[in-house]
């Protein structure tokens, strides 16, 4: 059975960061055909019609069909303490953080807020997240069985911490390599689950630990590592005082075999020249976590860094202040506003679709919509509240009709998700 959907189209063929807006081809009478969980084709409206006369139609008159949003920096486990009130970095993890991710020591708790967590983002359009657990190995069983039950295409892995992190939220060397690897072993490659080496921080991780998580990315050199770097200042003085014979944060991940092709920095704000070439020369991902970095007062990253490597957007729930990514290109706009970086709607729309997708070196599956790629999709509705239709009005293009949705949209422009070829209950 094919399923057509007809609307708006935003699809890029190149990265706006590089190729200007056209690398958008918007389709203003759209539309997209899916077979057996897949994109079989994109084009106008009328020629689809007449190439799949029998598609079961879901016309969608004005609204716009997007591939589903990539959130590629997130802990799900922080779903419950999301919008905490008061701290900045290290004393948000020691009055909230670990004391929430402690609760995932009991498998029922972790498995509740993994189906929370995921019925949360589904409902605000985003298909795909890059997940932290904790260090709990049900922790990662839990949103695996969550997102597998959904259909959905996801990252995670557990945190590794074996210092600097209360007692029953550390493990070991040796225990982070065992279970990770086997966690890795379960589930990396199963449906449209990935495993991700996932080290929290420097700062809670010893050289030791670092180093075992380096040789087991050795071993399984197709998965991705993620971790943070260079979020707040505070932190990166604490790093040097941790790590006095390296040369700065990079280098402490650099020397344990932690920095190459598929390691997801999140944040990487306060960046020196060094660590910035480096990142640059190795092709790793950064994720900049807007609503995060202003919540938490961490900083403002230097956009200029999308046209020289892979960048992606996320929440960074719940260091983030919201689980929706219209919010989080808002922020982005913001900080960059700040930063004297202006961006065009195309690259914000990218960064949470494409972007986020290269960020992660899933962009040949998901975070676009071209033929033989998976129908994660998003439908949005352009004018969902009186405030964003009203402005609305004078717009002379798809940039200026879309941007006060992504300025001031919410749950309410989701007017339908589709996953992996099937449409979400709405
Ligand atoms: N750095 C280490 N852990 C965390 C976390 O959970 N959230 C954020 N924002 N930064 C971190
Ligand atoms: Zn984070």
Not at 43 to 56: K, N
Not at 68 to 88: E, N
Not at 108 to 129: K, S
Request: hydrophobic share 40%; charged share 20%; net charge negative.
């Amino acid at each position: 059975m094919t399923d057509l959907l007809l609307g708006q189209v935003i699809r890029f063929d190149g990265d706006p960061f590089r190729d200007g807006p056209g690398a958008a081809r918007p389709l203003s009478q759209g539309a997209v055909a899916i077979e057996n969980g897949r994109i079989a084709a994109v084009g106008e409206a009328a020629a689809l019609r007449a190439r799949y006369p029998r598609a079961r139609v879901h016309d969608h008159g004005q609204k716009l069909i997007s591939a589903g949003f990539v959130d590629a920096h997130v802990h799900y486990p922080q779903t419950a303490i999301i919008a905490s009130w008061g701290k900045r970095l290290i004393d948000w993890l020691n009055s909230y953080t670990f004391p929430e991710e402690m609760r995932f020591s009991d498998p029922a708790y972790a498995q509740e807020i993994a189906n929370r967590y995921l019925d949360l983002v589904l409902a605000r359009g985003t298909t795909t997240v890059s997940t932290y657990a904790t260090i709990h190995p049900a922790s990662v069983d839990a949103i695996f069985t969550a997102a597998q039950s959904r259909g959905m295409r996801l990252f995670a892995g557990k945190t590794c911490m074996d210092r600097n992190a209360p007692e029953g939220l550390r493990d070991t060397a040796g225990s982070a390599y065992d279970d990770s690897k086997r966690l890795l072993e379960k589930w990396h490659g199963v449906d449209r689950l990935s495993y991700v080496i996932t080290p929290r921080f420097s700062p809670t991780s010893t050289p030791e630990q670092l180093h075992a998580l380096g040789q087991l990315w050795r071993e399984y050199p197709d998965c991705l590592m993620q971790t943070h770097l260079s979020e707040q200042t505070d932190e990166i003085a604490w790093v040097r005082s941790l790590f006095p014979q390296s040369r700065d944060y990079l280098d402490t991940y650099e020397a344990q075999g932690l920095l190459r092709e598929g390691a997801v920095y999140g944040h990487a704000i306060h960046l020196t020249d060094r660590e910035r070439a480096r990142l640059v020369e190795a092709g790793a991902s950064l994720v900049h976590c807007p609503t995060s970095n202003t919540f938490i007062g961490s900083g403002l990253f230097d956009m200029g860094l999308a046209t020289r490597l892979r960048v992606g957007l996320a929440t960074d729930t719940g260091g983030g202040s919201n689980f929706s990514m219209l919010r989080t290109m808002a922020a982005a706009y913001e900080v960059a506003q700040l930063r004297g970086q202006s961006l065009h709607p195309s690259q914000l729309w990218w960064l949470a679709t494409q972007g986020s997708a290269r960020a992660l070196h899933a962009e040949d599956r998901i975070g676009n919509i071209a033929p033989g790629m998976e129908a994660d999709l998003v439908v949005i509705d352009l004018a969902s509240t009186p405030a964003i239709e009203q402005a609305t009005r004078r717009a002379g293009d798809l940039w200026q009709e879309l941007f006060p949705t992504i300025m001031m949209g919410d749950d309410r422009a989701v007017a339908e998700v589709w996953v992996n070829g099937r449409r979400l209950p709405t």
